[in-house]
């Protein structure tokens, strides 16, 4: 059976879930009088401390979990393969995508220009790496993106690597980070008793690893599974497991194209336009957030719930604050 938490208990869920730490004496007063179990003391509330610096704790921890930062920590290229990419590079890729996100509870931007932002956070070193006009800073600022394919999260080199192996793209990581991260798909399991050979570890010099992978899942048994997994990692391969921007791979033309529910695209950047145009990115952001909040994993009980959230925050204009606020503000955030 469930029941209402009480001021301590909510006061206590709510900061580790905004601050990742215990509740402050301002709070514990809002507790010990009862008014935090006001709907309005609770919303201004929730408004002061995502404002508070503290609040970087939420979009660190929620990054690290949403968009698997942590594995980007951990990255390890071909050196031989490719020398410029350094522990330096890889730690600025991690701030890039934690700063970025930042700005959207900051700056309370919509939820699905994530997509398709036109900014990002670089310092020189990463600036240069990326071939973009230096910032003149050794600390990640804000810049403006020129055009080109560098567009929105999909695109930023902590995400690419970390669906990379030492020496090439993964097209089936890649594929299957989307599903499980953005759209919020289990990809299928293996079918019984199939048993898959891996890649070969030193890439064909004479093929692209979309050729490579093509001839690999050949077999009926194979394909089913690959229809859904593949064509989202498809759409990345214009960048390489080093996290930069390419037309070619080992001197062949690199194929970043495929379709996403019933439609083509020719690169990231359609790709990324048809995932907005799809209500699934913010359902799925929903999910994670109401999850995050909750310290558990959602069950299809939930799915109600957040599709009625995701529905609702989107007509409001889509932005992270208010997403928040309606999380902390549900039945399921102060029951237990």
């Known amino acids: ?42 919303s201004a509330k929730v408004k002061s401390m995502i404002e508070d610096p503290k609040a970087h704790a939420l979009t660190e921890g929620f990054s690290n979990i949403w968009l698997e930062t942590n594995k980007a920590q951990r990255v390890v290229l071909d050196a031989k393969l490719f020398p410029k990419f350094t522990p330096s590079i890889r730690d600025a890729m991690v701030k890039e995508t934690d700063l970025f996100f930042q700005d959207y509870l900051k700056k309370d931007l919509n939820i699905n220009s994530m997509l398709s932002a036109d900014f990002t956070y670089v310092n020189d070193e990463l600036a240069a790496y990326y071939g973009l006009p230096l910032p003149s800073s050794k600390t990640p600022v804000r810049v403006t993106l020129p055009a080109g394919p560098r567009r929105g999260v999909l695109s930023q080199g902590s995400i690419l690597t970390a669906t990379s192996t030492e020496a090439r793209t993964s097209i089936v990581k890649r594929g299957t980070f989307i599903l499980a991260n953005i759209l919020c798909q289990t990809p299928p399991d293996l079918p019984p008793g199939l048993t898959i050979d891996p890649l070969p570890a030193v890439p064909d010099a004479n093929k692209t690893t979309r050729e490579i992978l093509a001839d690999h899942i050949a077999s009926p048994a194979c394909a089913g599974c690959h229809a859904i997994i593949d064509p989202p990692g498809f759409a990345l391969e214009g960048f390489g497991p080093d996290g930069l921007a390419r037309t070619q791979e080992r001197g062949n033309p690199v194929d970043s194209t495929g379709s996403f529910a019933g439609k083509e695209f020719k690169n990231a950047t359609e790709f990324a336009a048809l995932l907005q ?20 994993s959602l069950g299809t009980n939930d799915d109600g719930f957040v599709k009625t959230l995701s529905q609702e925050n989107k007509e409001a204009g889509g932005r992270l604050k208010a997403l928040i606020e309606s999380v902390v503000l549900s ?3 102060r029951s237990r």
């Not at 799809?278 to 909040?293: L, M, Q």
Request: charged share 30%.
């Open 277 to 296: 145009a799809d209500t699934k990115f913010e359902e799925c952001v929903t999910r994670k957030v109401f999850s995050y909040a909750l310290g558990r």
């Open 331 to 333: 039945d399921a955030f």
């Open 1 to 42: 059976a469930t029941r209402k938490v009480n001021a301590y208990e909510l006061a206590s869920r709510l900061s580790y879930f905004l601050w990742s730490s215990m509740p402050d004496e301002e709070l514990l007063v809002a507790a010990a009088d009862n008014s935090l179990l006001d709907d309005k003391v609770l």
